[in-house]
């Protein structure tokens, strides 16, 4: 996965080959590389999901969590984390979240909230990254774990996954829901684009790209409107950036890739997206009377909880109506305006979910941490750019930037806020960006090996300004 939105530098006699120096040797005491392997465990089992449809019984998530929380207090990792900007917006984040509690409508219920979901675990994921990942060799493993752990869940849902209403969903645990499903689906896509990029065979690219397809295609199983848009933006920001010859060959791959898409999904699901640009449901016959009554009752009930989210952000701009407290509140305004109840439903926007239950400065914070979570993995790969010898982390980086990318479109379109997936993204792009500079220094310092053929040393010298010879 490659795109540049600038022009790159160039090095001398850069060549076709070249020779990389030894592996930075690992700084990490033996304690530490412990709570690094625990961390990799973690991370494996919860982007996998395998004990949602397995062994459940056995917690071994849940052990390993304690484990990397353990780790990353004793070695003092914490401090390397909340050190990052990144860090630093989150722990804004955490701090107002707190802040928010005794102001919520229904403290009983916000406490667990702030406390379970996200200070103990999700924010402790995120300490645990950049806390416990010391060198980017580390991080070259986090980030390739990750995507490893993202196909397994690709193949778990399609072996367990059930098709109700059209749709395909596991019937436990957290992915029971089509929507962030198929988000944690769409975001494996660019961490596979960003390993084919940096395989060495073409057996290995194939791979890759079977697993980017198959990712795809099963995204689109759940009738994630959400994710679809998610994926559309995505793919218009690569356009935007390619070059003109990238951009043709995108045109091109993109019709390919519809026309296939559109053959091989149930006429229902294609009728399912329609709704997407098209409100007049009534004319999609392909939906049968069940997913044709889910997708309108969605999609006015979705605007009706973001008007009401961004009124209730204005009527409580500084603590919000509490953490988790949206659906008390809509219930509570919705009786006072002569409706029997509310939808008891979230906001089904996170940026409208963080501003309305917790108030306008934990959203900026949560902004913040979204935006900087962008900002630096394409920083970092823009560095790259024009270095052979960094190849594999400008492809890896630029993973991570677009995998940023899909969560920031799609979040519009659900409520999770809370949830461990942007406090795993912003440790590994907090992660990058503290070991990329000591992993660039070091492999530039070493320099590159000349291998060029014949061919290339005429082409060269026939570049050179006319009047200058060769001094040998």
């Known amino acids: 996965m490659t795109a540049a939105t600038y022009h790159p530098r160039t090095y001398p006699y850069q060549p076709p080959m070249v020779a990389v120096g030894s592996a930075a040797p690992e700084q990490s005491s033996g304690f530490e590389q412990l709570g690094f392997n625990v961390l990799l465990v973690f991370l494996f089992l919860a982007f996998?999901?395998?004990?949602?449809?397995?062994?459940?019984?056995?917690?071994?998530?849940?052990?390993?969590?304690r484990v990397v929380f353990a780790m990353v207090i004793l070695s003092r990792g914490f401090l390397i984390s909340l050190g990052t900007p990144i860090g630093k917006a989150l722990l804004g984040f955490t701090v107002?979240?707190?802040?928010?509690?005794?102001f919520s409508i229904w403290r009983g219920g916000s406490i667990p909230i702030f406390r379970d979901t996200w200070l103990l675990f999700s924010f402790v994921a995120f300490l645990a990254v950049p806390g416990?990942?010391?060198?980017?060799?580390?991080?070259?493993?986090?980030?390739?774990?990750?995507?490893?752990?993202m196909f397994v869940f690709t193949i778990i849902a399609n072996v367990f996954g059930v098709m109700e209403n059209g749709r395909l969903f596991l019937t436990q645990g957290k992915f029971a829901n089509p929507n962030e499903m198929a988000q944690a689906l769409l975001m494996g896509i660019p961490l596979w684009g960003g390993l084919m990029g940096s395989a060495a065979s073409g057996p290995k690219k194939l791979w890759a790209g079977g697993i980017m397809a198959l990712m795809l295609f099963t995204t689109f199983r759940t009738g994630s409107r959400g994710a679809m848009i998610g994926f559309v933006g995505m793919a218009l920001i690569y356009f935007l950036r390619a070059p003109i010859m990238d951009k043709l060959k995108f045109i091109i791959g993109g019709i390919v890739l519809f026309a296939v898409l559109v053959g091989v999904m149930p006429?229902?699901?294609?009728?399912?997206?329609?709704?997407?640009?098209?409100?007049?449901?009534?004319?999609?016959?392909?939906?049968?009377?069940s997913m044709r009554e889910s997708a309108l009752t969605s999609t006015q009930s979705r605007k009706v909880l973001l008007r009401r989210s961004i009124m209730f952000t204005f009527k409580h701009p500084l603590f919000g109506v509490g953490p988790g407290m949206f659906p008390v509140a809509d219930d509570e305004y919705s009786k006072s305006i002569g409706l029997r109840k509310g939808q008891w439903l979230g906001t089904h926007n996170s940026y409208t979910q963080v501003s309305s239950e917790l108030g306008i400065p934990a959203f900026i914070c949560f902004t913040v941490a979204v935006f900087l979570s962008?900002?630096?993995?394409?920083?970092?790969?823009?560095?790259?750019?024009?270095?052979?010898?960094?190849?594999?982390?400008?492809?890896m980086a630029l993973g991570l930037h677009y995998c940023v990318i899909i969560?920031?479109?799609?979040?519009?379109?659900?409520?999770?806020?809370?949830?461990m997936m942007l406090p795993v993204l912003g440790g590994l792009a907090a992660a990058l960006v503290r070991t990329a500079d000591v992993e660039i220094t070091r492999v530039q310092s070493t320099?590159?090996?000349?291998v060029m053929s014949p061919a290339a040393f005429h082409q060269r010298l026939g570049r050179r300004p006319v009047g200058i010879q060769p001094t040998f």
């Open 447 to 450: 320099p590159l090996q000349v």
């Open 48 to 65: 996998s999901r395998i004990f949602d449809v397995k062994f459940g019984t056995l917690h071994i998530t849940g052990i390993a969590y």
């Open 374 to 395: 962008m900002k630096g993995p394409y920083a970092v790969y823009k560095r790259t750019v024009g270095d052979p010898r960094l190849q594999d982390m400008g492809n």
């Open 96 to 102: 107002w979240f707190g802040l928010s509690v005794p």
């Open 267 to 289: 006429g229902k699901l294609v009728a399912r997206y329609r709704t997407t640009v098209d409100d007049d449901i009534e004319d999609t016959a392909d939906m049968d009377g």
């Open 132 to 149: 416990l990942v010391s060198t980017y060799a580390q991080w070259r493993k986090v980030i390739s774990t990750v995507a490893i752990a």
């Open 407 to 419: 969560y920031a479109i799609t979040i519009f379109f659900d409520y999770i806020a809370y949830s």
